[in-house]
């Protein structure tokens, strides 16, 4: 599984952003989510999306600013990022695991099998 993501870029306190992701394959069962890495910090979730069922979890931190969804039918899921602040910049990547349907989405980025490269999200006051 390859992933691609895209959207990232330089925006102001309060602005929105959606990231994209596209996945060169995606099966029924895959689990798929976005994390982010800032200098110096550990790799933090965001939030996660079951592929077949559309079930989701969200990262503390941004839970009620985020939304990550999925489109199915073009194998890429996205992160709308509303009401962005400085301390949300960050390198956001997006990620897939294999599971099951009886498996619980997963907060920890070791529990996840692919990475994309990454895209840089600049939020200045």
């Known amino acids: 599984v390859q992933l691609q993501a895209s959207g990232g870029g330089s925006v102001q306190a309060g602005d929105s952003l959606r990231l994209s992701c596209v996945a060169s394959?995606?099966?029924?069962?895959?689990?798929v989510g976005w994390f982010r890495q800032a200098p110096g910090k550990e790799r933090e979730f965001l939030g996660g999306?079951?592929?077949?069922?559309?079930?989701?979890d969200y990262g503390d931190t941004v839970r009620g600013r985020f939304t990550i969804s999925r489109d199915n039918t073009k194998n890429t899921m996205y992160l709308q990022m509303n009401s962005l602040q400085p301390e949300d910049t960050a390198v956001y990547y997006c990620?897939?695991?294999?599971?099951?349907?009886?498996?619980?989405?997963?907060?920890?980025?070791?529990?996840?099998?692919?990475w994309g490269r990454g895209t840089l999200v600049t939020v200045s006051s």
């Open positions: 999306i079951t592929w077949r069922e559309g079930n989701t």
């Open positions: 394959v995606i099966f029924s069962q895959n689990h």
């Open positions: 990620t897939a695991r294999a599971s099951s349907r009886r498996t619980p989405l997963s907060r920890l980025p070791s529990n996840y099998h692919y």
